[in-house]
């Protein structure tokens, strides 16, 4: 079980059954900024069988607590294809923690839980979804939802602690979409669009959760809820192609951007700002 991000800013300390499960903390930087490299966790890169640590044979499954600093109604829990144990374990943790959890099934993330899902070992990850102040420096201590970390936190504790009293490892499950290679490199974006990946909707595109106020998306019309299929001639199917599409755009050069809305495609014109 790996809390980063929301959770081990909040200095949740792992406890109890869930420490006996081997929960470990850490500070990493969130996979899914668009920005950084979102091939750091990517097992598809060309070293990638090269002297592999065998993972399944060492761990049972991979709970992963996500960015889960904003509970709104509902948790998400991503990864639900990843094994057939889930769907009934979940459902018990849930009861008992009292607390609302949509289980979703893809298990091919943007996150470090798909170096887990593509080399055998079941995942779960948790989400409470993107925010505007995602990765700006708004995103403070005050703003946590520290009732809802708890809830959170109290869940995976559930979660860890019913699969430890199991007699066996759940099984594994791969995952239905394949993942698409992509070179594996830094990335370096010199353009600024002031949009909020969602990345719990699962789309083919690039869901947007919410803008920036004033920032060139908002200004250009696009809105939260919209999904980019195409930007600047190029088409978005993932975060993937959505950030190389970035990388390739010069600040104060208008291009098109394309998004389904509401079932329709809408043609949209972006001025990209320079990156501070």
């Known amino acids: 079980v790996e809390p980063h991000g929301d959770a081990a800013a909040a200095g ?36 990638a069988e090269a002297g592999r640590f065998p993972l399944r044979e060492h761990v ?14 509902t948790l998400l829990l991503q990864g639900g294809e990843s094994s057939s144990r889930w769907e009934p374990l979940v459902a018990q943790a849930a009861e008992r923690v009292e607390i609302p959890v ?39 201590p005050e703003t946590l939802d520290y009732a809802g970390l708890d809830a959170v936190t109290g869940l995976i504790t559930e979660i860890a602690a019913l699969l430890l009293e199991d007699a066996e490892a759940p099984d594994y499950r791969a995952p239905q979409r394949k993942r698409e290679v992509h070179p594996r490199r830094a990335v370096r974006l010199r353009a600024y669009l002031g949009t909020v990946p969602d990345y719990a909707t ?34 978005v199917r993932n975060v993937y192609d959505y950030t190389f599409a970035i990388e390739a755009m010069r600040p104060g050069v208008a ?12 043609e949209l014109e972006i001025t990209p700002e320079a990156r501070q």
């Open 12 to 47: 949740v300390e792992p406890h109890g059954d869930a420490a006996a499960a081997g929960v470990v903390p850490h500070g990493d930087a969130d996979p899914h900024a668009v920005g950084r490299d979102p091939h750091a966790a990517d097992p598809s890169g060309p070293h």
């Open 102 to 140: 949509e289980l979703q099934q893809e298990s091919l993330l943007p996150t470090d839980a798909s170096t887990f899902a593509t080399r055998g070992v079941p995942v779960l990850s948790a989400f409470t979804g993107a925010h505007a102040e995602y990765h700006t420096p708004r995103d403070t």
């Open 255 to 266: 291009v098109e951007m394309v998004v389904l809305r509401d079932g329709r495609r809408v």
């Open 202 to 235: 699962e789309a083919l595109g690039m869901a947007i959760a919410t803008v920036v106020d004033g920032g060139p998306a908002q200004r250009a019309g696009l809105r939260g809820g919209d999904v980019v299929v195409q930007l600047a001639g190029k088409p």
């Open 60 to 73: 049972a499954a991979n709970l992963n607590l996500d960015m889960v600093g904003r509970l709104r109604e």
